[in-house]
DNA sequence: GTTTAGTGTTCCGCATAGCGGAATAATAAG
DNA sequence: CTTATTATTCCGCTATGCGGAACACTAAAC
């Protein structure tokens, strides 16, 4: 049990709402109440009663026959006002597209999420296959380049890996990170970090694509340095430093 | 007050912290918990607890020096869990890309949510300039196409309008709903409705763009006819009937 | 510099919302 | 027909959560 969770303040009902939105994965088509109980360790009539309500109010959908229930349109419709909620995406739309059509990458944004970087926006270049990486895919922080980006970028970094401090080096001579297969082999890609308000989550765009499509020369002289360079126009476009 | 929220199964303050979480529309880049408190009519201290506990679990992050709050990666995360649940996106994204490529116009999928048809998914021509509409937004039930569309193939439907019998007709006859700027007058379209599960809310594909690219022959004899039959094609490939 | 207004946060007495074990109901498998 | 599993409901009990008030801080107005 957390700090938070000990605090008076902390509402533990909705905290168990919660939570079993969140035993939902992204390849479960449905889940029956003795599922969720499992998964989240509540007894199936707190369960019940967590899945009577956000079935109310359309966070889950219970399917017939079978009564198992998956994640409903209004958490769809939040997840859409999340991102909506990002003031610099508009901005950043066109420049991406076009980064993605110029370099034939595949360029997207990602979230800092728990342990992962979750990607919250794809680029696809319009001419050219890509990377079967969308939104919503996560990526680990140690191995992947966003996720190291972030964590070069990170000024409380306590815990310095030999990667790390390597990375920081590179995001400070050159302006982003680079992974050769980092976190699959056959990929190659570079991130450049993103901080928007203090106190949030912080972003990293990156650019992706295999490594047959996307080699050393290519990467270090063209990608990198154009993914660098539009990030930083889009932070001067939205007056950040 | 509805009947779910009378029922001593519901969890009103689960219920509070949904509400929450509701109070965030597109628009808004921050809300602090007075204006969250407005917008709920809960009282502060109330908003405080629920937004304490919503911040611990990433649902919320709290900005600062300002202290307001934005929708967290959390919110995000699940919002593409959602989506990845449907099991039927991963064999539409092909056909319906595809589709988008050889019509020259947006094709969507929608999903209903309340009194609005909201875009789940996208699919762009890749070649061409196309409808500025993209996921998340909402268009209105009675008026949009694929509003009509999901109402027209609703048999429960009783408040039956004259444009509703008019489209269910459609529907019928050829399998597929119209609107001449019924939403917008500078936009043509034509939507499929798509049901999966029993239980859950309806889905349409549609097809649209701008009167002046989409006009009514290339609607009625290209591109409605071609999203019909790639709807249909993809039910057979589920096993739907 | 003082006063006023608005915001965010915390406290605490109170009572009801929610807990969970047990019972009940339904369906599927053996 | 019996057993196993799942879903749902009941109800006595108490801990969770409520909300008004107080407190703290900052900014604007005078």
Not at 82 to 105: H, I, K, W, Y
Not at 185 to 193: D, E, L
Request: proline share 5%.
């Amino acid at each position: 049990m957390s700090d938070a969770e000990r605090d008076r303040r902390f509402a533990s009902t909705l905290a168990k709402g919660l939570q079993v939105m969140q035993a939902f994965k992204p390849g479960d088509v449905s889940l029956g109440n003795r599922e969720l109980a499992r998964r989240t360790g509540m007894p199936p009539s707190t369960v019940a009663r967590m899945t009577f309500t956000l079935a109310s109010m359309g966070f889950l959908e219970q399917l017939h026959p079978s009564e198992a229930y998956r994640l409903g349109p209004s958490v769809m419709a939040l997840g859409y006002t999340a991102r909506a909620g990002l003031s610099f995406l508009p901005m950043a739309e066109n420049v991406m597209q076009q980064l993605a059509d110029d370099t034939g990458v595949l360029v997207a944004l990602s979230m800092r999420h728990g342990d992962a970087a979750m990607l919250t926006r794809c680029w696809r270049p319009r001419n050219a296959s890509s990377l079967w990486l969308s939104e919503g895919h996560r990526l680990p922080m140690e191995q992947s380049a966003p996720g190291r980006a972030i964590l070069a970028a990170d000024p409380t970094l306590v815990a310095e890996t030999e990667q790390a401090r390597a990375d920081r080096e590179q995001l400070e001579s050159r302006g982003y990170v680079i992974s050769y297969g980092g976190w699959n082999s056959g990929v190659n890609a570079c991130a450049v970090p993103f901080q928007t308000a203090l106190g949030t989550q912080p972003f990293a765009f990156l650019c992706g694509a295999n490594a047959s499509d996307l080699n050393t020369e290519k990467l270090e002289r063209v990608v990198a340095p154009r993914l660098r360079d539009t990030v930083q126009t889009l932070r001067h476009s939205l007056g950040y430093m």
